[in-house]
């Protein structure tokens, strides 16, 4: 006979297994609450009515033929509108969805630069959610700060952040590689504790970045847990996400556990061509039993087979101890160099091979110098930039980073994209029912920047749609818009977001299934997309006919610790 944990655990794995999860707005009542308003409103002054759209709730749903009415930020009604809007739009032919969100932006800096953030509602994206960079947020005393900065300059979309611990433990520990003692510990929970109560959603790790790295996985479960006892969660670029990947998923679910708290998985991939096809259905596996046993495990990623990131993540770990300036002297020792060659061929204790994650030099493109001098190099590899120079391509890399302009904390460094994944795999984390999707891309402005991006900034929510609903049938249109508006929603507990139901904040993307298309690529990458008509953030249209129209009606998002009364500035 089984017991009642066994059966439990039996319905779990159903549950983990489906490709519709019911969530928790779900479970509401999507039927319930899209016909809850449909008595008559004939006489009924609205600011919006979006007419005759195919109306996907963002729940999963089947789509329904209905009008949309919006009023002060909100949705007033589903369904049949008979009141008039003071702006009408006629959404014949076309899908309103919500409002799609990035579950791993990168704009904690670049939106207090450019509050408009065309690049984001090009792409559909009214919603940005970051926190992995270390150096684009302030310290804890002074988030609250930068969040009424950002608020009051005005922003486009919407904007929150989980906290690094990375930029706790640099306040404590510097860029040392040691562990704190039990005083510094003590003082790092308690800045966690503080970021928490300024409004953040949780606490991040970038563990394959030093000094990132050389935190423990002992450290992290006991400053995590202060995370979660203000209801935030805990998300991770891994230690590994190549070879090593399995045991990486495996302390990111020990750190949920024993932290108590959800666990995001960042980006998810598996970077080591050997491992293709195979790695990938084991990840979810240790997911889906993670899930089972009651942990709230989760994921995200871009649906791209390179990624993006500085140029010195090719070196070492060790090697940074001390910051970049340290670095940097190790670089102009000849015998250390040598030493560095070596370990990018046989790996080095803590670091994850980006190098061999990529098959070789070949793999990795600089787009970045961060100096005048090297900045003719941009657009190509390292193996074919040796060639051109004459020069091993290993020594190549270490003097673009030794010769990079600026360093740490927000400064500049140089920059690759790095192509290390497959497509098949790209398919099957698509598919897992507990992933959402992010860019791990900031805001980009044209005006001011020429330097070469990774097509995701531009391209990756209406990739999604384009190719693999439309152009592969990987996902369901319904599926596919559940993991970019309810589900991340439901991750990063954005209440009254993500769903197209009554008294709802009224994000939404209006968008052209038939023209949907991204127009990004690594060879031309900063360019829009095609087929987003409409953008409204907040129930205010900011994107009209795929033009901007200068509005600034995004609010901060503060997570569930936040002590302070900001509901004028949308507190969630």
Known sequence: MRTWKAVLAIAMVTLTSTTCVPTRAQQNGSAQNIQASAASDEHENYDIVIRNGRVLDGSGSPWILADVAISKGHFAKIGRVLGKGKREIDATGLYVSPGWIDAMDQSGESLLKDGLAESKLQEGVTTGIAGEDWASTPLPDKL????????????????????????IRIAVLGYEDRKPTLAELETMKGMMAQAMRAGAMGMTTALIYPPSSYASTEELIEVG????????????????EGKDVLEAVRELIEISDKGHLPAEIYHLKVAYPPAWGKLMPEVGKMVADARARGLEITGDLYVYTAGGTSLDATIPSWAHDGGDEALKKRLHDPAIRERLKREQVSGSPGWWNI?????????????????????????????????????????????IVEQAEGGNEGTSKASMIVHMMDEQDVKTALKFPWTSIGSDSGTV??????????????????????????????????????KMTGWPAEQYRLAGRGLIRQNQWADVTIFNYEKIQDKATFEHPNTFPDGIEYVLVNGEVVMDHGKHTGAKPGLVLYGQGHTTNATASGAQ
């Open 445 to 482: 402005d044209l005006k001011k920047t020429d330097e070469i991006q990774h097509p995701r900034a531009f391209g990756n929510f209406p990739r999604v749609i384009a190719r693999y609903v439309r152009d592969e049938h990987v996902l369901t249109l319904e599926e596919a818009v559940r």
């Open 355 to 399: 190098v061999e994650a990529c098959g070789g030099w070949n793999g990795i493109v600089l787009t970045g110098a961060a100096n005048p001098a090297y900045a003719k190099y941009e657009g190509k590899t390292i193996a074919e930039i040796g060639k051109e120079m004459g020069k091993d391509p290993a020594d190549v890399a270490f003097d």
């Open 225 to 240: 847990k202060v995370a979660g006892s203000y209801g935030g969660m805990y998300a991770s670029h891994m230690r590994g």
């Open 144 to 167: 609250g700060a930068h969040f009424a900065q950002m608020q009051s300059q005005g922003i486009s979309i919407n904007f929150g952040t989980l906290f690094s611990e990375t930029k």
